[in-house]
C-alpha cells in the first residue's frame, strides 16, 4: 500500500485526529463507537485513525470554503497578488520586470504585462512556473510549506466544527470552550495566511533564480512535479 504523502498526514490526518479527539471530549457517549469500554487498544487505536483520515476529508471540504471565502475578501491567494497594480509589497518593480523576463525566457509566453492579467490567463501561467519550480526542487520544501498551510488550514476548519457543536451541544463549562475554540481558529487562521505569503514568495525567488534557458532535468524530478 502506497505510504500517505506529507500532505496526507499533516494535511488531512492530524486535523481529522483533533475534530475526532474534540468530539469525544464534546460528546463522551461517542467514546465507546471509538473503542470498546473506552480502553485504549490496539485495534481501538487503528479504529481511530481511520475514522480521523476520514473526517479529515470532511475538515478539508469545510476548509476549502473557508479559505475560498478568506482569499476572496483578500483579492486572491498571495500568488496572484502580482497582478495586482495595487500591490506592490510582494515583488518590487524590478522583481516584476524581472519576473515577466523570466517568463519569457524560460516558457516562450507572449506575455506583455503581468498586472492586469486576466485570472484565467495568469491561472495557467502561474501553474507553469510553478511546475517548473518544483521540478527543481529536490527539497521538497516548497512541499512542506504548502503542507503547513493546509495544516493551518484544516486545524482552523476543525476548530470551527469544533465551536458550531459546542453552541449546539452546550455542554458544561461551553461558554470557556467556544472562546478557547474561537481564539484556536483565529490563531491558525493567522498561521495559515502567513504560509500562504511565505510561500508565494519563495515560489517567485526559486523562479528567479532559475536560468533564463530551460535545462534537462532528471525523470526523478519531473515525475515529482507531476
Excluded at 486572491?76 to 495586482?84: K, Q
Excluded at 493551518?152 to 470551527?160: E, P
Amino acid at each position: 500500500m502506497k505510504e500517505l504523502s506529507f500532505y496526507e498526514q499533516v494535511g488531512i490526518l492530524l486535523p481529522g485526529a483533533v475534530l475526532l479527539f474534540g468530539l469525544v471530549l464534546l460528546a463522551p457517549e461517542l467514546r465507546t463507537a471509538v473503542s470498546a469500554e473506552g480502553a485504549v487498544t490496539v485495534g481501538g487505536l487503528g479504529l481511530f485513525l481511520v475514522l480521523a483520515y476520514a473526517l479529515g476529508h470532511l475538515v478539508a471540504a469545510v476548509g476549502n470554503l473557508l479559505e475560498g471565502a478568506l482569499w476572496r475578501l483578500a483579492g486572491g491567494m498571495p500568488a496572484s497578488w502580482v497582478r495586482d497594480p495595487k500591490r506592490a509589497r510582494l515583488l518590487t518593480a524590478d522583481q516584476h520586470q524581472a519576473l515577466l523576463s523570466k517568463v519569457k525566457k524560460r516558457s516562450g509566453a507572449a506575455v506583455t504585462a503581468i498586472r492586469g492579467l486576466p485570472r484565467a490567463e495568469w491561472r495557467g501561467l502561474f501553474s507553469g512556473i510553478y511546475r517548473d519550480v518544483l521540478s527543481h526542487d529536490p527539497s521538497g520544501r516548497l512541499e512542506i510549506m504548502l503542507g503547513s498551510y493546509g495544516l493551518n488550514r484544516g486545524l482552523a476548519a476543525a476548530c470551527l466544527i469544533l465551536l458550531a457543536t459546542t453552541l449546539v451541544r452546550q455542554p458544561p463549562q461551553w461558554r470557556w470552550y467556544a472562546v478557547g475554540l474561537a481564539f484556536a481558529m483565529a490563531g491558525y487562521g493567522f498561521r495559515m495566511v502567513r504560509f500562504a505569503l511565505y510561500w508565494a514568495r519563495e515560489v517567485y525567488a526559486a523562479y528567479l533564480a532559475l536560468p533564463d534557458t530551460p535545462i534537462a532535468i532528471s525523470a526523478k524530478h519531473v515525475a515529482k512535479a507531476e
